[in-house]
């Protein structure tokens, strides 16, 4: 089974052999997708939802032997049956099922990977066209408070390079409203420092994102970078050893840091995107705004932050309602005539 995004020869490119496998879709769908200029974290989704397919239908099964009904079953797996984790050595608990999240990303993924097969000619139908996304409850988006991210903060000991290098971390992600992976590979050249702004290059779409952060942050970055000259890279964010510091090994940091600092709401980096939306928002950030900076392509996938717009048009409705004149100038009428009286 191939576990990354490079192609096998198969029987469809030597011509031997009409029948169009699941192992072939994955050649064609890849090769297609890679001219197509996708990124490749795509590819790397694309690769994962065809080794499901390999578990799920069998690699040489017939494509074109698959139906709507089997789509749906493949769902249903995938939600119900499917074991987490399956070659995973060292992983001793391995639960059954992914979370619908998951499953709505992976009907996208197989809805296009079809699409590629009906017009190659390879398949008349895309089984996928009428699966729908499974709807799911929507849950409260967890943030912190400004007295929980000070306490955070007052609690890294800047005097030790590896809490300094996360105080500045997550002023970044604060301030800029990046993913952790875009904040990690920001190189020097990506930062701006006399407009104060950071280029993520490594975005989740694929396209290069620019947005604006304080002088604050600047002057962090400006201290970090002078602190990590030695290693000569271009990275900006590195390990005690000069590397670059990757996801996992600052996950694993973030944990010793909250769990010293008894801080258990903060599970991952985030909650802090999160929280500095709702902070924008709160002080009247435009949502059109926070769309852009944000890097979504939909304003629906915005819209998740909607309650604290809808909790600040409320207060502010409230303190400013024309009502509030009205019933004041009606009050004080009232009072007249009845002293005339």
Known sequence: MSKNPKYRKTKYFSGESKIKTVDDARNITLKIKQLEGVTQNTIFQYEKIFNDFDRFFGEKTDINSLSEYDAREFVHWQLNDKIQ??????????????????????????????????????????????????????????????????????????????????????????????????????????????????????????????????????????????????????????????????????????????????????????????????MFLRQNGSIRVLQKILGHAEISTTSIYAHVLDKTVRQQHEQFSPLNLIDEKERRKTKTNRSKK
Do not use: C
Request: hydrophobic residues 35%; aromatic residues 10%.
């Open 85 to 278: 984790f399956l070659n995973h050595k060292y992983r001793k608990t391995k639960p059954k099922g992914v979370s619908v999240s998951t499953v709505n990303t992976y009907i996208q993924y197989s809805k296009a990977i079809f699409t590629v097969l009906v017009n190659e000619g390879i398949v008349e139908n895309n089984i996928f066209e009428h699966i729908n996304h499974i709807k799911k409850k929507e849950k409260k988006i967890e943030t912190l408070s400004i007295e929980e991210v000070n306490k955070f903060l007052r609690s890294l000991n800047k005097g030790w390079y590896s809490q300094f290098r996360m105080y500045v971390l997550i002023h970044v992600l604060l301030d800029s409203f990046g993913r952790i992976n875009e904040v990690l590979t920001i190189r020097k050249e990506d930062i701006d420092f006399d407009r104060h702004a950071i280029t993520f290059q490594n975005t989740k779409s694929g396209k290069v994102r620019i947005v604006p952060i304080t002088k604050k942050t600047v002057k962090l970055l400006e201290e970090l970078v002078e602190e990590t000259e030695d290693f000569k890279s271009e990275y900006v964010f590195l390990t005690n050893h000069g590397n670059p510091l990757t996801p996992n090994a600052a996950r694993k940091h973030l944990t010793e840091l909250t769990s010293g600092a008894g801080m258990k709401r903060i599970t991952g980096f985030h909650i802090f995107r999160h929280t500095a939306s709702e």
